[in-house]
């Protein structure tokens, strides 16, 4: 049996790990694809494989001999199949690579086609390609998965190189013979779907927002510390307070809900009330940073009230720096206050470990000796002891860390042990300062394991937390709650490799092993002389009355939502329109139809009332008495619109109200929508309806009125269908308020499946039919297209109402003819172009890029406008002469930010066009004002240079504007014009400068249209005369500045400041060199003696002594390429520290928390 061995845990958290399904594999297959193994995206499941996988597991191993491997033809090929946990697997291969140049090569489960649906399985597995000359360099890779209909196998599509695995030398074909492995450990998955986290462990999680499951995890923890909940809870607030806009309103109600509801609790109104929107919630962000964050809101929040300095009580320690001199009596000290401890991991076995290492001592000597004011340069010793400690200890562990070498984070893996008891007194008080209190007894207790699970690029969080520090721990992981065993929260969130055990010993004695990617992030832990006061009784008299009255309100509302929604499929829902409704809706909401449903009274009704008893009802509501109501059935068009089509039978009204429903409603929802018809007399009061005969056609009118631009609801009356739209013109006019002789004309608009486009304006487009206009206008018939599905048509007056296809429930418009000579003086002379306006019309809020949460000011636009409208109402607003200077950028409806790339001039026909986005309008735009105007700027290619003078210490940034077409050359010639040369014939370079290092310096003729100046820093520089005439012996070499950190039992080398070119001689010696450094750099004589010199090769340094060469330590090669190796001038860095350096556990792809309320 072949050894496997694991490969490094830094190349495990590069690996890819993809899913064949096999309706891909036969068409092109990018590189890359599909989540990571352990590296989930950031919008997690809320089913996590700790969640599922409960059994213990069973395990087997599989070994594949496959003979005349260089000859397969086949794109893929299947092992048998093999039995592991009750199921069948098989490992599939494509021996040519899945569209790659690799094996790849995937765990399958073997009967996956027989399976029923809905079937699923987990298991953690490995495979290996066995090296047969030496098992030391056999490649294998685990991982672990859930199975199921849709990913039925999982694995790697680049395994290994195709070039090693047939090459005959390497030893992993032998007699055209390949050996594959596998191990395989299954355990079985339960469903949780009706899992009651209340029922079972007496509290309730937090909803998932989409990647706020950091957030959930940290909420808990901090919930369960009663003490703090008590004085979150005393924090004053009002009953007129918004949750919304009050971080301690919002964090008052969730944690009241947390305490007595029933279900989990969603977090949409603490986020909020951080003034996080929709893409805040999706970015998953680094748990210490947002506990900081909001601690440091809270205490902020807290000042001024009955528990100002909560914050502090708990969760504050001090501790002491100090340097001391060996040989004279100095010693230096500063005391600073933490609230958290971050403690190393790699190369520490357990917390112990770690705080050996937080005190450890540092010798100051040799060229690292202190300077000890009056005392000069001494040997010291220099570390950290602690003043105090807090009764909450928050240690936050170093999972994350900055690798240099790769140049990339990386997720730390190894075993690292906690206790259940932290006694930080040990071996006499070794981490305490001579004046900490040694009465103060510093034992402390777990009380929660806050755990990551996957990779540097993501993953997910969950908590163990023990909340009155007895021996049964919970696990709180999003919505679901469980109970847990103290292995569980501690052993296993240590880390490091897991062993599983062998269900036959005797046939496979190879252990399998597999890096466990789920361990412990954050620690807390409880002084135990501080216990009673810290898990302390929270009841109902901590909580404010007005915050009592709210949340029990917002329960019974939500009681009675779920009762209501219970008891849906009894009731029928009726909704009421009302010659009342149409007046207050049409010309305010209603422009294209007669009214919205979801803004006229509804009644909910039992299904088996007889609909008779329902008129009773009605009678109640509207004061009008069952004999004079007449009820009209809305009925949906072929256009899909909707209008009264005909009044209820007698028979109909003796039926109960949920047959009247079926009957009237083919589509089986839950609603009724009835026209209530009454009649007025001369005094207005309620008459009976007039008798209605075939003949007769109900119809409804509306009045628009040009000079206000307004349109309303004139009433409603009976037609005969024969009779002709010219024989009601007098009642029309009277209707209207017009001279009885007005003359009127009709007009008939035709909305034909057309969607509302925009939220704030639903009404727009989802009002559809035949809309008649009549006005005073040209006795000539006139049709105006809007677009396609829009269309006004004059009526012809002299036709019947039968001819023209008039029906019940359609709608007529009038309006005034204005006098000839005004038309021009109206925006909207007509009803045709008044529509076309409401159509059109759109209200846009203009931001710019610099305040892109901010609206700036609102114009109302037509959606029709074209670019240059836009941009010339834009320039208006603005007071700009010329709108070509204006450049827009569109709105991300999702992340709710600015779209990365501006609108080029003229590239779009419409606003409309720069408003949607995928299948959302949006109603913002970002405007900015340029120095030239767009078109020519477009043609420009604009380069961020910064220019470093060779005297001068301070760089000039300069922005460099040139046609797209120019070269490096061109750039330089343009930096001439524009700063102050050494001397007039100087010759400058362009450099590309990154993380402190050069990468190219550009050729001459290289074209500037595809540099990149968003992530590099571009520099511009006078090339020295010494450069300009280097011998053939001599050696241009790049020199960095750098510090140097002994952290994690590794040498960590860091670069800040400006890096430069050197020329070095044959046979110069150190001594030499520094010279003429420190002349270059003009640093004075006691600081420049502080400085060490090293050879650095990939990050490692080779310290160096005066009188060593220093030209043999570099190869002949293109020095542009050569950044790896250079000359390192040790020194320490005053400059400030990189974003990354702040916090060595923030992912490095994550923008910072804020809480910005």
């Given at each position: 049996?072949?050894?496997?061995?694991?490969?490094?845990?830094?190349?495990?958290?590069?690996?890819?790990?993809?899913?064949?399904?096999?309706?891909?594999?036969?068409?092109?297959?990018?590189?890359?694809?599909?989540?990571?193994?352990?590296?989930?995206a950031?919008?997690?499941?809320?089913?996590?494989?700790?969640?599922?996988?409960?059994?213990?597991?069973?395990?087997?191993h599989?070994?594949?001999?496959?003979?005349?491997?260089?000859?397969?033809?086949?794109?893929?090929?299947?092992?048998?199949?093999?039995?592991?946990?009750?199921?069948?697997?098989?490992?599939?291969?494509?021996?040519?690579g899945?569209?790659?140049?690799?094996?790849?090569?995937?765990?399958?489960?073997?009967?996956?086609?027989?399976?029923?649906?809905?079937?699923n399985?987990?298991?953690?597995?490995?495979?290996?390609?066995?090296?047969?000359?030496?098992?030391?360099?056999?490649?294998?890779?685990?991982?672990?998965?859930?199975?199921?209909?849709?990913?039925?196998?999982?694995?790697?599509?680049?395994?290994?190189?195709?070039?090693?695995?047939?090459?005959?030398?390497?030893?992993?074909?032998?007699?055209?013979?390949?050996?594959?492995?596998?191990?395989?450990?299954?355990?079985?998955?339960?469903?949780?779907?009706?899992?009651?986290s209340?029922?079972?462990?007496?509290?309730?999680?937090?909803?998932?927002?989409?990647?706020?499951?950091?957030?959930?995890s940290?909420?808990?923890?901090?919930?369960?510390?009663?003490?703090?909940?008590?004085?979150?809870?005393?924090?004053?607030?009002?009953?007129?307070?918004?949750?919304?806009?009050?971080i301690?309103?919002?964090?008052?109600?969730l944690?009241?809900?947390?305490?007595?509801?029933?279900?989990?609790?969603?977090?949409?109104?603490?986020t909020?009330?951080?003034?996080?929107d929709?893409?805040?919630?999706?970015?998953?962000?680094?748990?210490?940073?947002?506990?900081?964050?909001?601690?440091?809101?809270?205490?902020?929040?807290?000042?001024?009230?009955?528990?100002?300095?909560?914050?502090?009580?708990?969760?504050?320690?001090?501790?002491?720096?100090?340097?001391?001199?060996?040989?004279?009596?100095?010693?230096?000290?500063?005391?600073?206050?933490?609230?958290?401890?971050?403690?190393?991991?790699?190369?520490?076995?357990?917390?112990?470990?770690?705080?050996?290492?937080?005190?450890?001592?540092?010798?100051?000597?040799?060229?690292?000796?202190?300077?000890?004011?009056?005392?000069?340069?001494?040997d010291?010793?220099?570390?950290?002891?602690?003043?105090?400690?807090?009764?909450?200890?928050?240690?936050?562990l170093?999972?994350f860390?900055?690798?240099?070498?790769?140049?990339?984070?990386?997720?730390?893996?190894?075993?690292?042990?906690?206790?259940?008891?932290?006694?930080?007194?040990?071996?006499?008080?070794?981490?305490?300062?001579?004046?900490?209190?040694?009465?103060?007894?510093?034992?402390?207790?777990?009380?929660?394991?806050?755990?990551?699970?996957?990779?540097?690029?993501?993953?997910?969080?969950?908590?163990?937390?023990?909340?009155?520090?007895?021996?049964?721990?919970?696990?709180?992981?999003?919505?679901?709650?469980?109970?847990?065993?103290?292995?569980?929260?501690?052993?296993?969130?240590?880390?490091?490799?897991?062993?599983?055990?062998?269900?036959?010993?005797?046939?496979?004695?190879?252990?399998?092993?597999?890096?466990?990617?789920?361990?412990?992030?954050?620690?807390?832990?409880?002084?135990?002389?501080?216990?009673?006061?810290?898990?302390?009784?929270?009841?109902?008299?901590?909580?404010?009355?007005?915050?009592?009255?709210?949340?029990r309100?917002?329960?019974?509302?939500?009681?009675?939502?779920?009762?209501?929604?219970?008891?849906?499929?009894?009731y029928?829902?009726?909704?009421?329109?009302?010659?009342?409704?149409?007046?207050?809706?049409?010309?305010?909401?209603?422009?294209?139809?007669?009214?919205?449903?979801?803004?006229?009274r509804?009644?909910?009704?039992?299904?088996?009332?007889?609909?008779?008893?329902?008129?009773?009802?009605?009678?109640?509501?509207?004061?009008?008495?069952?004999?004079?109501?007449?009820?009209?059935?809305?009925?949906?068009?072929?256009?899909?619109?909707?209008?009264?089509?005909?009044?209820?039978?007698?028979?109909?009204?003796?039926?109960?109200?949920?047959?009247?429903?079926?009957?009237?409603?083919?589509?089986?929802?839950?609603?009724?929508?009835?026209?209530?018809?009454?009649?007025?007399?001369?005094?207005?009061?309620?008459?009976?309806?007039?008798?209605?005969?075939?003949?007769?056609?109900?119809?409804?009118?509306?009045?628009?009125?040009?000079?206000?631009?307004?349109?309303?609801?004139?009433?409603?009356?009976?037609?005969?269908?024969?009779?002709?739209?010219?024989?009601?013109?007098?009642?029309?006019?009277?209707?209207?308020?017009?001279?009885?002789?007005?003359?009127?004309?009709?007009?008939?608009?035709?909305?034909?499946?057309?969607?509302?486009?925009?939220?704030?304006?639903?009404?727009?487009?989802?009002?559809?039919?035949?809309?008649?206009?009549?006005?005073?206008?040209?006795?000539?018939?006139?049709?105006?297209?809007?677009?396609?599905?829009?269309?006004?048509?004059?009526?012809?007056?002299?036709?019947s109402?039968?001819?023209?296809?008039?029906?019940?429930?359609d709608?007529?418009?009038?309006?005034?003819?204005?006098?000839?000579?005004?038309?021009?003086?109206?925006?909207?002379?007509?009803?045709?172009?008044?529509?076309?306006?409401?159509?059109?019309?759109?209200?846009?809020?203009?931001?710019?890029?610099?305040?892109?949460?901010?609206?700036?000011?609102?114009?109302e636009?037509?959606?029709?406008?074209?670019?240059?409208?836009?941009?010339?109402?834009?320039?208006?607003?603005?007071?700009?002469?010329?709108?070509?200077?204006?450049?827009?950028?569109?709105?991300?409806?999702?992340?709710?930010?600015?779209?990365?790339?501006?609108?080029?001039?003229?590239?779009?026909?419409?606003?409309?066009?720069?408003l949607?986005?995928?299948?959302?309008?949006?109603?913002?735009?970002?405007?900015?004002?340029?120095?030239?105007?767009?078109?020519?700027?477009?043609?420009l290619?604009?380069?961020?240079?910064?220019?470093?003078h060779?005297?001068?210490?301070?760089?000039?940034?300069?922005?460099?504007?040139?046609?797209?077409?120019?070269?490096?050359?061109?750039?330089?010639?343009?930096?001439?014009?524009?700063?102050?040369?050494?001397?007039?014939?100087?010759?400058?370079?362009?450099l590309?400068?990154?993380?402190?290092?050069?990468?190219?310096?550009?050729?001459?003729?290289?074209?500037?249209?595809?540099?990149?100046?968003?992530?590099?820093?571009?520099?511009?520089?006078?090339?020295?005369?010494?450069?300009?005439?280097?011998?053939?012996?001599?050696?241009?070499?790049?020199?960095?500045?750098?510090?140097?950190?002994?952290?994690?039992?590794?040498?960590?080398?860091?670069?800040?400041?400006?890096?430069?070119?050197?020329?070095?001689?044959?046979?110069?010696?150190?001594?030499?060199?520094?010279?003429?450094?420190?002349?270059?750099?003009?640093?004075?004589?006691?600081?420049?003696?502080?400085?060490?010199f090293?050879?650095?090769?990939?990050?490692?340094?080779?310290?160096?002594?005066?009188?060593?060469?220093?030209?043999?330590?570099?190869?002949?090669?293109?020095?542009?390429?050569?950044?790896?190796?250079?000359?390192?001038?040790?020194?320490?860095?005053?400059?400030?520290?990189?974003?990354?350096?702040?916090?060595?556990?923030?992912?490095?792809?994550?923008?910072?928390?804020?809480?910005?309320?």
């Amino acid at each position: 049996m072949t050894m496997m061995t694991p490969q490094p845990l830094d190349q495990q958290e590069d690996e890819e790990m993809l899913v064949p399904h096999s309706d891909l594999v036969d068409g092109p297959q990018p590189l890359v694809e599909g989540p990571q193994p352990m590296e989930v995206a950031a919008a997690e499941s809320n089913g996590t494989v700790e969640n599922q996988a409960i059994d213990e597991p069973q395990a087997s191993h599989f070994t594949w001999t496959i003979e005349n491997f260089s000859r397969l033809n086949m794109k893929k090929l299947y092992s048998d199949a093999f039995t592991v946990g009750g199921y069948k697997w098989r490992v599939l291969i494509f021996p040519k690579g899945n569209n790659v140049e690799y094996l790849s090569m995937y765990l399958d489960v073997a009967d996956s086609a027989t399976l029923p649906y809905g079937w699923n399985r987990y298991a953690q597995f490995s495979l290996a390609v066995v090296n047969q000359m030496h098992n030391k360099y056999t490649v294998k890779k685990d991982t672990q998965h859930q199975f199921n209909q849709r990913e039925s196998d999982w694995g790697f599509t680049s395994f290994m190189p195709l070039s090693e695995l047939y090459d005959p030398n390497k030893g992993y074909l032998v007699n055209d013979t390949c050996v594959v492995e596998a191990d395989v450990a299954v355990r079985k998955v339960v469903d949780y779907w009706a899992y009651d986290s209340k029922k079972e462990t007496g509290y309730v999680g937090l909803k998932n927002q989409g990647a706020t499951c950091y957030m959930n995890s940290l909420l808990q923890t901090l919930y369960h510390i009663p003490y703090f909940r008590k004085a979150v809870y005393h924090m004053p607030t009002t009953e007129n307070d918004n949750p919304s806009g009050s971080i301690p309103l919002a964090l008052q109600s969730l944690f009241y809900k947390l305490q007595y509801n029933d279900t989990s609790v969603a977090t949409k109104e603490l986020t909020k009330s951080f003034g996080w929107d929709t893409y805040d919630s999706f970015m998953q962000h680094d748990v210490q940073e947002l506990n900081r964050v909001l601690c440091e809101k809270l205490e902020d929040k807290m000042k001024g009230t009955v528990v100002e300095g909560t914050i502090q009580k708990l969760f504050e320690g001090h501790h002491m720096n100090y340097i001391e001199c060996i040989n004279v009596d100095f010693k230096s000290t500063r005391k600073e206050s933490f609230y958290d401890l971050q403690l190393d991991v790699k190369g520490c076995k357990d917390v112990y470990a770690s705080f050996d290492k937080y005190v450890e001592v540092e010798r100051l000597e040799g060229d690292n000796k202190y300077q000890a004011e009056e005392h000069g340069l001494q040997d010291a010793k220099k570390g950290v002891l602690f003043i105090d400690f807090p009764p909450v200890l928050q240690l936050q562990l170093k999972r994350f860390e900055y690798d240099f070498m790769r140049d990339t984070m990386v997720k730390i893996n190894d075993r690292y042990e906690f206790p259940l008891e932290l006694d930080l007194d040990r071996e006499n008080g070794k981490y305490l300062s001579p004046e900490a209190d040694r009465s103060v007894r510093n034992l402390y207790m777990l009380h929660s394991v806050l755990v990551h699970s996957g990779g540097v690029h993501g993953g997910h969080y969950y908590a163990f937390i023990r909340p009155t520090l007895t021996d049964q721990w919970y696990k709180f992981d999003d919505e679901r709650v469980t109970k847990e065993d103290v292995k569980k929260a501690l052993e296993e969130q240590y880390g490091g490799e897991e062993e599983l055990p062998q269900t036959n010993p005797g046939y496979n004695n190879t252990p399998f092993k597999f890096t466990k990617y789920s361990n412990a992030y954050m620690l807390v832990y409880i002084r135990v002389s501080d216990k009673d006061k810290i898990i302390c009784d929270v009841d109902e008299k901590d909580i404010a009355e007005h915050l009592r009255i709210r949340l029990r309100k917002e329960q019974e509302e939500k009681e009675d939502k779920r009762r209501y929604k219970a008891q849906a499929h009894l009731y029928t829902i009726i909704k009421v329109a009302r010659d009342e409704d149409l007046k207050e809706q049409i010309g305010k909401d209603i422009y294209f139809d007669l009214v919205d449903h979801d803004k006229v009274r509804n009644f909910r009704i039992q299904k088996q009332m007889p609909f008779n008893l329902f008129k009773e009802e009605v009678a109640k509501e509207f004061g009008i008495p069952v004999q004079f109501q007449r009820f009209w059935i809305w009925a949906k068009r072929q256009n899909h619109t909707y209008r009264p089509n005909r009044p209820l039978t007698p028979h109909e009204e003796a039926q109960t109200v949920g047959a009247l429903r079926e009957v009237s409603n083919k589509a089986h929802n839950a609603e009724l929508k009835l026209f209530l018809e009454v009649e007025r007399g001369q005094d207005f009061h309620p008459v009976l309806p007039p008798e209605k005969i075939k003949d007769d056609i109900l119809l409804f009118f509306k009045l628009y009125d040009p000079e206000k631009e307004e349109l309303r609801y004139a009433g409603r009356f009976f037609v005969k269908s024969s009779s002709k739209p010219v024989e009601i013109l007098t009642k029309l006019n009277e209707l209207a308020g017009f001279s009885p002789d007005e003359e009127i004309e009709l007009y008939e608009v035709c909305l034909i499946l057309c969607h509302a486009v925009h939220s704030n304006c639903p009404w727009l487009f989802s009002m559809y039919g035949s809309l008649f206009v009549y006005a005073i206008f040209f006795d000539i018939l006139q049709e105006i297209k809007f677009e396609p599905n829009v269309m006004c048509e004059r009526l012809d007056k002299r036709a019947s109402f039968r001819f023209s296809q008039i029906e019940d429930g359609d709608i007529i418009c009038f309006q005034k003819q204005p006098p000839s000579e005004s038309e021009e003086q109206l925006r909207f002379p007509d009803v045709p172009s008044f529509l076309e306006y409401v159509k059109n019309r759109q209200i846009v809020h203009f931001r710019t890029l610099e305040r892109p949460k901010e609206d700036e000011f609102c114009l109302e636009l037509a959606k029709n406008h074209t670019y240059d409208d836009v941009v010339e109402r834009v320039a208006q607003r603005l007071g700009l002469d010329d709108a070509s200077k204006i450049r827009l950028t569109t709105h991300n409806c999702y992340s709710q930010q600015p779209k990365p790339n501006p609108v080029k001039y003229r590239s779009v026909d419409h606003l409309l066009d720069m408003l949607v986005h995928y299948n959302q309008i949006s109603d913002i735009l970002y405007y900015e004002v340029l120095d030239i105007p767009l078109p020519e700027l477009q043609c420009l290619k604009t380069l961020k240079v910064a220019y470093h003078h060779a005297t001068k210490d301070e760089a000039i940034i300069l922005n460099i504007r040139l046609p797209k077409q120019s070269t490096v050359g061109d750039v330089l010639n343009e930096i001439k014009t524009k700063v102050e040369l050494s001397h007039p014939n100087a010759e400058l370079r362009l450099l590309e400068v990154f993380y402190h290092k050069i990468y190219k310096s550009f050729p001459i003729n290289e074209k500037i249209e595809n540099i990149n100046d968003q992530y590099w820093t571009l520099r511009a520089e006078e090339i020295p005369e010494e450069e300009k005439n280097i011998g053939p012996n001599d050696r241009l070499i790049h020199v960095y500045h750098f510090t140097k950190e002994n952290a994690q039992n590794q040498v960590q080398v860091q670069n800040f400041g400006e890096p430069f070119f050197l020329v070095i001689h044959e046979g110069e010696t150190l001594a030499d060199i520094k010279l003429r450094i420190q002349k270059k750099l003009q640093v004075p004589d006691d600081e420049f003696s502080k400085w060490k010199f090293a050879f650095l090769s990939l990050g490692r340094p080779e310290y160096l002594d005066d009188a060593d060469i220093v030209s043999s330590r570099f190869q002949r090669r293109d020095v542009y390429g050569a950044w790896e190796q250079y000359l390192g001038l040790e020194h320490s860095d005053t400059t400030p520290k990189r974003a990354y350096s702040a916090n060595q556990n923030r992912h490095m792809f994550e923008k910072p928390v804020k809480i910005y309320n």
